[in-house]
């Protein structure tokens, strides 16, 4: 099993470093960050919500059947297939390049023992901004580590207590300024060194928040994931690929375009309550506004309640996004984020949805 360990804020030598991260992941103005993250394809509002759990979490810690969107000739695009490992390498590089953007100090562990010379602990986010020689020479270390695919067997419990026992020694610092650490754990599988539910049991006494990314679709895996999730009852997110995770979300939601965006934002860590509920129950209209805030920001900060007003909220939010499609892994083309007539269809008078 191959895999990959991120997590936030946590110094790669178990040194306390929490002021030394704070420092620099509060360097850059607000505003700055936001537009750096605009700048790396991001709608505003998904943009701001990086940048504030970048601040809760003062930064992240963390087979030929995946796939990836592609850009072509003549600006198509498209969900190519690629292998797992590929596809994971994708998503590791823009974290990394967002943790340099923002300054948050993030490590990189692989779980498995890297073949040739790669490197198996990679640090990013040291300094701010990507344009200096320090961050350069950093996604270069990532670029290594991504192209030097894991071998071997996966001792992801003794990754999983180094990274808790560091988190640990940081602990007062993290609860005197009010913000977590962030545990990303990229499997496509089970671990071969012990329990996994009591190597991670330890942290439900810390302020960490944990998301599992899951580079798989065997079931027994997922269910073997989910399990763990409920039985430890952290504070813990389990997501699946971004086409499983699509799919998931628009059972739950059919007008809404899960796109690789929105999945970023999960898989970097978030505490926005309202996402942890798209791939489990239908939300209501009353949440709607909140979620259109989420992923569109400030243009839609003032949406008309949807209770009141259904055809204004209705009309105002597709003029909110007229500016901003997204791709569609479930349709394969691109889509606006909210699909009105869809939403008409389910919210609208006879709808079970209210």
Avoid at 211 to 237: A, F, G, K, P, S
Avoid at 257 to 278: C, F, M, S
Avoid at 322 to 327: G, H, L, S
């Amino acid at each position: 099993m191959a895999g990959i360990v991120e997590a936030q804020v946590v110094g790669v030598d178990g040194s306390a470093i929490p002021t030394v991260s704070k420092t620099q992941s509060y360097a850059r103005p607000v505003a700055e960050s936001v537009d750096a993250v605009r700048n790396m394809g991001m709608p505003l509002g998904l943009a701001e919500q990086f940048v504030k759990s970048t601040r809760d979490f003062s930064g992240s810690m963390g087979t030929q059947d995946g796939h990836r969107v592609m850009s072509g000739p003549g600006g198509r695009e498209g969900l190519i297939s690629c292998s797992r490992w590929e596809e994971l390498g994708e998503g590791i590089g823009w974290h990394a390049r967002l943790a340099v953007e923002l300054g948050a100090y993030t490590e990189f562990r692989l779980l498995n023992q890297p073949s040739g010379r790669g490197p198996q602990t990679v640090v990013v986010g040291t300094t701010v901004g990507s344009d200096d020689a320090a961050s350069k020479a950093e996604l270069a270390r990532i670029q290594q580590l991504v192209y030097s695919e894991p071998t071997g067997r996966t001792p992801l419990c003794k990754q999983i207590r180094e990274v808790t026992a560091q988190i640990a020694a940081n602990a007062a610092c993290l609860r005197a300024s009010g913000t977590k650490a962030c545990v990303v754990i990229a499997s496509d599988g089970e671990a071969s060194d012990g329990d996994i539910a009591q190597a991670l049991r330890p942290l439900r006494d810390l302020p960490v928040w944990v998301v599992i990314r899951l580079c798989t679709d065997d079931d027994r895996v997922v269910q073997y994931w989910n399990d763990i999730d409920e039985e430890l009852e952290l504070d813990m997110d389990v997501l699946d690929d971004l086409s499983g995770e699509a799919a998931e979300v628009n059972a739950a939601q059919p007008w809404l375009t899960y796109g690789g965006p929105l999945h970023r934002l999960r898989e970097w860590g978030t505490a926005v309550k309202i996402l942890d509920l798209l791939d489990e129950t239908a939300l209501t209209k009353t949440q709607l506004p909140a979620l259109a805030k989420v992923i569109l920001g400030g243009p839609a900060a003032d949406l008309p309640h949807p209770e009141l007003d259904w055809k204004g909220f209705l009309k105002a939010l597709d003029l909110c996004q007229r500016d901003y499609t997204v791709w569609d892994p479930a349709r394969n083309r691109r889509r606006p984020w909210f699909h009105i007539k869809k939403m008409k269809k389910c919210y609208g008078d006879g709808c079970a949805i209210s």
